[in-house]
């Protein structure tokens, strides 16, 4: 079965540092997409970044950008000089395309801005 | 163009009531899909819609729930004889096609006496 696991249920960090999320994943595709979501407390969902199989580049977008390991089935994602409005739930998530378009999301990792 | 929008954005209902939750997607969007998400947790698929296909009924935890989508757009999920444990947010996604990147709405929030 496809599986998503996030092992941080919980981080803190301080206003202006670098953090990195962990996600990893489990599937026998090659071809699938990989995202990051965020939930602020406002609960909306969020795309933050996406990420093609296919592609070895790591996605990146302002200050996020993802250390994608293809063999390794890790899709991390790292926040530089973070802010308070970064404070929220993330989301790793995973697609495959060629087998049905239920998007498999992991349990989420809680992350606290500190000012 | 406007993002998935969702309605009521809160709704509180008694035990054993029927209530109907709304989604409109991103118009030209062919995918849409339910979601629930129970407080502090994450989500749980709950039906997909594709077009004109059938649709994937198999994350609906019961019979008490169902749901439309009506001219390929809006789609409307509904919960009869509502239960204490079916309060949570309800999230609903759009996407262009299959595989594609899901953009959410703002959720309901049910919450069932």
């Known amino acids: 079965a496809q599986t998503v696991t996030q092992s941080q249920p919980e981080m803190s960090v301080q206003e202006a540092e670098t953090v990195t999320l962990s996600c990893t994943y489990d599937?026998?595709?090659?071809?699938?997409?990989l995202f990051w979501y965020k939930q602020p407390p406002s609960r909306q969902m969020i795309l933050v970044i996406r990420?093609?199989?296919?592609?070895?580049q790591n996605a990146t977008e302002n200050r996020f950008s993802v250390n994608f390991q293809k063999a390794a089935k890790s899709f991390s994602l790292k926040i530089s000089d973070s802010q308070l409005g970064d404070t929220a739930m993330y989301f790793c998530?995973?697609?495959?395309?060629?087998?049905?378009?239920?998007?498999?999301f992991g349990k989420g990792t809680r992350l606290h801005i500190l000012p | 163009g406007a993002g998935v929008s969702q309605s009521p954005s809160n709704k509180v209902t008694e035990k054993g009531k029927d209530v109907e939750l709304r989604c409109d997607p991103i118009?030209?969007?062919?995918?849409l899909y339910w979601y629930r998400q129970s407080l502090g947790q994450g989500l749980e698929f709950l039906i997909y819609?594709?077009?004109?296909?059938?649709?994937?009924k198999s994350g609906l935890p019961s019979d008490r729930f169902s749901a439309e989508r009506t001219g390929g757009s809006v789609s409307t999920l509904t919960i009869q004889r509502t239960q204490q444990e079916d309060s949570a947010v309800y999230l609903c996604?759009?996407?262009?096609?299959?595989?594609?990147?899901?953009?959410f709405g703002p959720g309901t929030r049910l919450t069932v006496l």
């Open positions: 996604a759009s996407s262009d096609w299959r595989g594609d990147t899901q953009y």
């Open positions: 599937t026998s595709e090659n071809n699938y997409y």
């Open positions: 990420q093609e199989a296919y592609k070895q």
């Open positions: 998530a995973f697609i495959d395309p060629n087998r049905d378009d239920k998007i498999i």
């Open positions: 118009s030209g969007h062919t995918a």
């Open positions: 819609f594709q077009g004109n296909s059938a649709p994937d």
